[in-house]
């Protein structure tokens, strides 16, 4: 497979020009499965005696999930909570035994969480406060755990990517929670691969078959918008469903072939019922490699869109033989000289995040600032947003075209409290 590959964090000495994005070429494959989360190996260790001091910034339901599997590790200590929703802080506090005076709300509450004490961050709000919200930690000399996507924009994705940059030369752990690479059999499929399995490479493609999240009628504020996972039927807040959730086979795409589209053409529509955000949630998106070699992409998102027991995410590869990974199902090769009879990929929601917050734990204990997650978030998100744009001119646009545009989404943040 021949294009662009994922830029370095240490080689890169700038945020993604667009000649680097389209003609650059810093990390091997070879490097980019050590990058990947090891399962297996940090997740099965036990963490040292050292307690990382953690503050949470987003309580609702995924912040809080999270944070029970950062107790469970054993390597942390939950010093400090922030939500925008005062009673989501507070509810997270009692939770998880934050003193009261370490609780914080409101759109500034991450800021006093940063002072309050806090070795590291752990950001699980909607992605459009990502960016801010990464730069103070970073610039407060904090180590941080992200999820994605990094951002809902260019600007976005070129913000964090600097904050991580600076926290490499600050000596500081930046690690961004995907969890597809996590799994050993996706892991031996992508070995296999590189390996040359497949032979002559002649089409991929990905599925994302995902439910909806609730789209209620529009308020005065956006306040209503920030809670229950709301935020992703809108583009300035989460990016689009496309952004946020069809990121995962995305990203495992990328992963498994080293290297980032240079252009994209698609068509989207909303087929959910009384929407009120301005996300599309059904995606026909064909995406398009230096090379020549073509990657179709279908998301669909809404109830009775998939059957009970298909993946929530697949990434197949056809060219002398047949691959698939995937998050859920079965990851196997069939055919050629490394056949591969896989084994069913369980639990990975749950199993990816354990292994990424071990890793993160030993790479901060064991000084390991090489935030080798990083260029591969960056380079997914931009190709999503890559293909949002290209749905919503109907049309064909190049990777180039985008990084020029740089066109920010705005967030209306009036009437919200400080």
């Known amino acids: 497979m021949t294009g662009h590959r994922f830029p370095s964090a240490e080689q890169s000495p700038r945020s993604i020009s667009r000649r680097a994005f389209v003609a650059g070429s810093a990390i091997t494959a070879a490097s980019l499965v050590a990058a990947a989360p090891r399962a297996g190996s940090a997740a099965d260790s036990a963490p040292s005696g050292r307690k990382i001091k953690l503050g949470l910034v987003g309580c609702g339901g995924r912040g809080t999930w999270i944070a029970g599997l950062f107790r469970e590790h054993g390597g942390?200590?939950?010093?400090?909570?922030?939500?925008?929703?005062?009673?989501?802080?507070a509810a997270a506090g009692d939770k998880f035994g934050v003193d009261a005076s370490r609780r914080f709300s409101g759109l500034s509450g991450y800021r006093r969480l940063i002072q309050s004490g806090v070795e590291a961050v752990a950001l699980e709000t909607p992605p459009c406060f990502f960016p801010e919200h990464a730069r103070a930690a970073v610039d407060a000399g904090l180590h941080v755990y992200m999820a994605k996507p990094v951002a809902v924009d260019v600007p976005g994705c070129l913000e964090v990517e600097g904050a991580a940059k600076k926290a490499t030369a600050g000596q500081r752990c930046f690690l961004v929670d995907y969890q597809m690479p996590a799994d050993p059999h996706n892991r031996e499929c992508a070995k296999r691969f590189r390996e040359g399995a497949l032979g002559r490479l002649r089409v991929v493609k990905s599925f994302y078959y995902g439910g909806l999240f609730s789209d209620p009628p529009l308020t005065a504020t956006i306040e209503s918008r920030l809670q229950r996972l709301v935020w992703v039927n809108d583009l300035a807040l989460g990016g689009c469903y496309?952004?946020?959730?069809?990121?995962?086979?995305?990203?495992?795409?990328m992963w498994v072939l080293d290297a980032t589209p240079?252009?994209?053409?698609?068509?989207?529509?909303?087929?959910?019922?009384?929407?009120?955000?301005?996300?599309?949630?059904?995606f026909?998106?064909?995406?398009?490699?230096?090379?020549?070699?073509?990657?179709?992409?279908?998301?669909?998102?809404g109830s009775g869109l998939a059957g009970p027991d298909d993946p929530l995410a697949t990434c197949e590869f056809l060219g002398d033989a047949y691959m698939k990974i995937g998050y859920g199902g079965r990851a196997l090769i069939r055919g050629g000289p490394k056949h591969y009879?896989?084994?069913t990929i369980d639990n990975l929601y749950a199993v990816g995040a354990r292994s990424n917050i071990a890793e993160f734990?030993?790479?901060?204990?064991?000084r390991n600032f090489t935030n080798e997650t990083v260029p591969m978030a960056i380079a997914s998100c931009l190709t999503t947003i890559l293909g949002r744009e290209a749905c919503l001119r109907k049309g064909h646009l190049t990777m180039d075209e985008l990084l020029k545009a740089n066109q920010r989404l705005e967030v209306n943040l009036n009437g919200l409290k400080a």
Request: net charge negative; aromatic share 8%.
């Open 76 to 89: 942390y200590d939950l010093h400090a909570v922030a939500d925008y929703f005062p009673e989501a802080a």
């Open 262 to 282: 240079v252009a994209a053409v698609g068509i989207s529509r909303t087929a959910r019922p009384d929407p009120h955000g301005d996300s599309h949630d059904v």
């Open 242 to 253: 496309h952004v946020n959730a069809c990121i995962h086979p995305v990203q495992a795409m």
């Open 361 to 366: 734990h030993k790479n901060i204990v064991e």
């Open 284 to 301: 026909g998106i064909t995406y398009e490699f230096a090379d020549g070699l073509l990657w179709t992409h279908t998301g669909r998102h």
């Open 341 to 343: 009879p896989g084994g």
